[in-house]
């Protein structure tokens, strides 16, 4: 940095001094020699003393240096970040569902895939609404790319939840259309600056759960055989979502749609001639990816008006993989079998 952007508070006289003979910015004046050297160098008539110019020197380093941060006061702050963690308010509410992955505590990001009808959204979509109903303080952003969210169906599900809710959970579930990746990017930066700047006694909710909804026509246009920079952008995204879940704390939830596969899929544990869609490469880009099913009707096991549903965890890094279990979707909501 230029020295005359030190002034004030060192004195002009001095910066025009020491422009004269070469020092010009504060890396000139701090490393290039010693001080004292400098001071030599300066004309008899400045009428300034070498005590006087070591507090000018020192004043430079103070003002063109970082901010410094302690080390307690960093471990401070860790801590606080690990308390944050509701690992006990990141669930489902379906006990054979939550242990699949030992529940949705961040930091992690979370592949929800299937084909349609097998309530990938109602998932997502009742596992923030019940971290919002028991955490007061926090709110979800849900990133929507078909224009399909349906606040009549928030209602619905509210409606069907046990217990006492909080009246501001529809507040704090805050919605965002993005109908393209860098849409997506502008909504992520919005939020990372918020995160940034929040002040620990700040009393807006904090946001814990990201929600993409879905991803595959963010990213599916852009996959060619042909091309390598389609993937390229999907691999550089998903590293980004990997970081801020990381850096903030949050669970980030990816829904994609499914492809066809034949004869059939290999990675499941109970047959289909469906696979999830963006590629083979994207299912490793997650921390895990859950495939939910719908089981037909002549073999599913309900004597009411619930459909039985499938959920299984085709890879992941933090629980174990190939392991499954059913759960029902009653009057909306996902419930035990």
Same mark, same amino acid.
């Given at each position: 940095?230029?020295?005359?952007?030190?002034?004030?508070?060192?004195?002009?006289?001095?910066?025009?001094?020491?422009?004269?003979?070469?020092?010009?910015?504060?890396?000139?004046?701090?490393?290039?020699?010693?001080?004292?050297?400098?001071?030599?160098?300066?004309?008899?008539?400045?009428?300034?003393?070498?005590?006087?110019?070591?507090?000018?020197?020192?004043?430079?380093?103070?003002?063109?240096?970082?901010?410094?941060?302690?080390?307690?006061?960093?471990?401070?702050?860790?801590?606080?970040?690990?308390?944050? =963690?509701?690992?006990?308010?990141?669930?489902?509410?379906?006990?054979?569902?939550?242990?699949?992955?030992?529940?949705?505590?961040?930091?992690?990001?979370?592949?929800?895939?299937?084909?349609?009808?097998?309530?990938?959204?109602?998932?997502?979509?009742?596992?923030?609404?019940?971290?919002?109903?028991?955490?007061?303080?926090?709110?979800?952003?849900?990133?929507?790319?078909?224009?399909?969210?349906?606040?009549?169906?928030?209602?619905?599900?509210?409606?069907?939840?046990?217990?006492?809710?909080?009246?501001?959970?529809?507040?704090?579930?805050?919605?965002?259309?993005?109908?393209?990746?860098?849409?997506?990017?502008?909504?992520?930066?919005?939020?990372?600056?918020?995160?940034?700047?929040?002040?620990?006694?700040?009393?807006?909710?904090?946001?814990?759960?990201?929600? =993409?909804?879905?991803?595959?026509?963010?990213?599916?246009?852009?996959?060619?055989?042909?091309?390598?920079?389609?993937?390229?952008?999907?691999?550089?995204?998903?590293?980004?979502?990997?970081?801020?879940?990381?850096?903030?704390?949050?669970?980030?939830?990816?829904?994609?749609?499914?492809?066809?596969?034949?004869?059939?899929?290999?990675?499941?544990?109970?047959?289909?001639?469906?696979?999830?869609?963006?590629?083979?490469?994207?299912?490793?880009?997650?921390?895990?990816?859950?495939?939910?099913?719908?089981?037909?009707?002549?073999?599913?096991?309900?004597?009411?008006?619930?459909?039985?549903?499938?959920?299984?965890?085709?890879?992941?890094?933090?629980?174990?993989?190939?392991?499954?279990?059913?759960?029902?979707?009653?009057?909306?909501?996902?419930?035990?079998?």
């Amino acid at each position: 940095m230029r020295l005359q952007h030190f002034s004030p508070p060192i004195q002009n006289e001095l910066v025009q001094a020491l422009q004269e003979i070469g020092i010009r910015t504060d890396t000139d004046l701090l490393l290039s020699e010693d001080p004292t050297k400098i001071f030599m160098r300066l004309p008899q008539d400045l009428g300034i003393s070498l005590l006087d110019f070591r507090r000018a020197v020192a004043k430079v380093a103070e003002m063109a240096s970082a901010t410094p941060t302690y080390g307690d006061k960093l471990l401070q702050q860790e801590l606080k970040r690990q308390e944050d =963690i509701f690992a006990d308010d990141m669930r489902i509410g379906v006990p054979a569902l939550d242990a699949l992955l030992g529940g949705f505590s961040p930091p992690r990001v979370i592949e929800v895939s299937g084909d349609k009808g097998s309530r990938k959204t109602a998932l997502a979509l009742q596992l923030s609404l019940r971290h919002l109903a028991q955490v007061r303080d926090s709110s979800v952003l849900w990133i929507d790319s078909n224009g399909e969210f349906s606040p009549e169906r928030v209602s619905m599900m509210l409606g069907q939840m046990e217990g006492e809710l909080s009246p501001t959970i529809l507040e704090r579930l805050q919605v965002s259309l993005a109908f393209d990746v860098e849409a997506v990017h502008e909504v992520l930066e919005s939020l990372r600056q918020t995160l940034s700047s929040r002040s620990s006694f700040s009393e807006l909710p904090t946001t814990r759960c990201i929600v =993409i909804d879905s991803i595959t026509p963010l990213l599916g246009p852009m996959l060619s055989a042909t091309s390598s920079q389609g993937h390229a952008i999907m691999t550089t995204f998903m590293r980004q979502l990997r970081a801020f879940a990381d850096s903030f704390l949050l669970t980030i939830l990816v829904i994609n749609s499914s492809t066809k596969i034949l004869p059939s899929n290999p990675e499941t544990v109970f047959e289909t001639a469906r696979k999830p869609a963006l590629g083979p490469s994207f299912t490793f880009m997650a921390d895990a990816t859950l495939w939910l099913s719908q089981r037909p009707p002549e073999e599913a096991e309900s004597d009411d008006d619930s459909t039985v549903h499938i959920a299984e965890v085709l890879r992941s890094r933090i629980s174990r993989s190939k392991t499954w279990a059913q759960f029902k979707i009653k009057n909306g909501l996902l419930v035990s079998v």
